[in-house]
């Protein structure tokens, strides 16, 4: 009953206006809600289909979720494609080529703020949707269409959708967010494009560390005070705190990449991926991106303490900013820094702290389901797993659901990427083309 039908023309002026709304989160008291609330106008009218089929709720004022209702039982989990219609500034003095809230579409590209952060991720998903329906077509499973207005500035709207699901005691059966994209070469010496998908998320976690000592004149300063109480545990918090542990979707994302490789570095990549604590070893000494692949990192911000150069201060401390490794908590993390700083005087207290995600499997029908849909999209691009630094909306969901994947079905250049919250950000519109064909096939190939 279904006649395939192409994409409706024009996804590039569509996503040109959505990058005109300024949903500036960060700006949100300067600019007001206007730019949010034009963008759910936006939606309604650009997407007349979505507008009747779909019902629409908000939780709070910038949760929307869309809900397709589909064929299957209502225990069937449904699937969850989540995204976020706000964006980070953009500093119009920094030398942008366009303009960042003009949406430029020039030489094959959409140019602009949110390009690839996130409204391009976001309506690759909506257009699939629209042409889905153009097409009569209905799920197999009810399918959720889950947009923050909030992300960048750490809003709760997805966390608020995520809570309400699951009061509803909905679990949801597969969730795809912002995270990984289609890239070329992921590691130095692995050629070719490969889609990776974040499987899992490192935790973000926050504290001080401050210590007091006797005030006084700096001129007869006792052996030990609160500025080198505070400095000593700084140092004895370097890079060998943690322990590095080689996770299983490190040891997975080396043996995908390993059938892609040609040469000896094949046999290196095997022989890594079978060897977990020898990939955590040589991962830990490559530092810098490596190493926080396989440990949770220690980053002091900031350090404060006194106001006079010739005063001692009564007190001193020093910010950190840990990522925190899968399979660790932020409890256990904590005991760790103490039991390295080995000072009672250096009071350790937490800011704020988000666990790491669960890990999210390789080897069940979701993942398949990815990969197969990939391979609509992208013909011969790998699905590969690895792990993410940075925090996403999708946590929220994962703490109670098991198969959340962190991926935008975006090809993005290092350059691209590099544009992502800083200037000059824009996607092709060739890219957006396939991540509608990507997330049509996804939804296809749900029953
Ligand atoms: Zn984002």
Sequence with gaps: MTTVTEPRPGIAERL???????????????????????FVSLI????????????????????????WAGRGASSDGPVVLMAHYDVVPAD??????????????????????GALDDKGPLIVVIEAVENLLAEGF???????????????????????????????????WLVIDEGGAVVEAPLPFVPGRAAMIGVGEKGVMTVTLSARGDGGHASAPPALTAVRRVARAVDRLGPATFRPRASPAVL?????????????????LRMLSAAPWLTARVFAALGGEAAALVRTTVAPTMQEGGSAANVLPSQASATLNLRIALGESAQRTVLRLRRRIRDPLVTVSVVEADDPSPESPTDNEQFSLIAEALAVSHPG??????VM????????????????????????????????????????????ERGERFHRALIRGLG
């Design 252 to 268: 997975r994302m080396l043996s995908r990449l390993a059938d892609r490789t040609p040469g000896p570095a094949r046999h290196l």
């Design 16 to 38: 040109s206006r959505m990058i005109q709304l300024p949903t500036v989160s960060a700006e949100l008291e300067q600019r007001g809600s206007d730019p949010f609330e034009g």
């Design 138 to 172: 209905t799920p197999a499973r009810d399918v959720y269409l889950s947009f923050g207005g909030n992300e960048e500035t750490y809003g709760r709207a997805a966390q608020e959708i995520a809570r309400v699901f699951r009061e509803r005691g909905i679990v949801p």
């Design 92 to 113: 119009e003095s920094d030398a942008w080529t366009h303009p960042p809230f003009a949406g430029v579409i020039e030489g094959g590209r959409v140019h602009g703020r």
């Design 44 to 67: 309604a009218a650009e997407y007349p289909l979505v507008h009747e089929h779909l019902t629409l709720e908000r939780h709070t004022e910038f949760g929307l979720l869309f809900r």
């Design 381 to 386: 691009v790998p699905a590969v797993p690895y």
């Design 389 to 432: 630094m940075a925090a996403t909306d999708s946590r929220h969901f994962h703490r109670f659901s098991p198969a959340v994947y962190r991926f935008a079905p975006l090809d993005m250049s290092n350059e691209q990427r590099a544009a992502i919250h800083g200037v000059d950000e824009n996607v092709e519109i060739a890219a957006l």
